[in-house]
């Protein structure tokens, strides 16, 4: 699909995909009913274990289109696959640059949205499924605390699922109501929060915009809140337990 996909746009052609199973793959030129003729039938081979493309009917006929607009085939998740090397090396990359990469690589000028769906799958790609990791996470605190009995760490452990649950909270009153509580509750491990700006870490108030961003600085929140936990030996167990969890990058 990668290859049809880039074959396409790389010479400004569109397509529609007509059929897709799990073993077989139709597609033909979005002007079929223009008379363009170009049609192609993959399927995929239980003896080599691989997809091929079985037949291409004719050259496209109809034009090429523009080449410095959006594609229709370049879609979000080809677009993860192009950016997942500059994802890796920064994931707090911003969409722009993504953007030009694209520009400079393939000619195409994608749209924002784009952009950002494809950083996400890239981010996703990279460093596994953040929110799956969040909702792993009250059972191995659950483990944590089994194994270290004492007030610490119960405390230390509160806070964090607090501060995941605040992250991820999506009314803004909400969330103020929770930063309230945490303040009076935590003072220590709440001076180290409230340095980082709202908008970085929690969705209620990036408007969902900036989810990227969001886990990354989220990750930066941890380690905050770790520093400020640094005396304590417990501290050295969770980020070994975070960082063998792929949890913070
Ligand atoms: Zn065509």
């Known amino acids: 699909m ?9 010479n400004g052609y569109k397509f529609v995909v007509v059929e897709s199973k799990s073993d077989r793959y139709v597609a033909r030129s979005i002007h079929h009913d223009g008379g363009c003729q170009w049609r192609l039938r993959a399927s995929f081979s239980k003896i080599q274990s ?3 493309i079985k037949k291409i009917d004719v050259q496209h006929s109809c034009l090429s289109t523009n080449l410095s607009a959006d594609h229709v085939n370049l879609d979000s998740t080809h677009i993860a696959s192009m950016v997942l090397t500059s994802v890796k090396a920064n994931p707090s990359v911003r969409i722009k640059s993504l953007i030009a990469e694209i520009k400079n690589l393939y000619g195409y000028t994608i749209i924002y949205r784009k952009g950002w769906l494809g950083k996400q799958k890239a981010l996703a790609l990279a460093f596994g499924n953040w929110e799956q990791s969040y909702n792993d996470l009250p059972r191995w605190l659950e483990a944590v605390k089994e194994s270290n009995p004492g007030t610490i760490v119960q405390l230390l ?9 605040t992250a991820y909270e999506m009314k803004q009153p909400i969330v103020q109501a929770k930063l309230s509580i945490m303040r009076s ?3 220590q491990a709440f001076s180290w929060i409230d340095r980082i700006p709202l908008e970085k ?17 989220l990750a930066k929140c941890i380690n ?5 936990a640094r005396s304590l030996p417990i501290s050295a167990l969770v980020k070994a337990t975070f960082e063998e969890k792929n949890m913070v990058s």
Do not use: C, P, S
Request: no cysteine; proline share 0%.
């Open 201 to 217: 870490w929690t969705q209620a108030y990036d408007g969902g915009k900036r989810y990227g961003h969001m886990t990354t600085n």
């Open 50 to 52: 691989q997809w091929e």
């Open 185 to 187: 509750e935590f003072k």
């Open 157 to 165: 452990l509160l806070v964090w699922l607090m501060v995941f649950k």
């Open 2 to 10: 990668n290859a049809i996909k880039q074959y396409h746009i790389d």
């Open 224 to 228: 905050f809140v770790l520093k400020g």
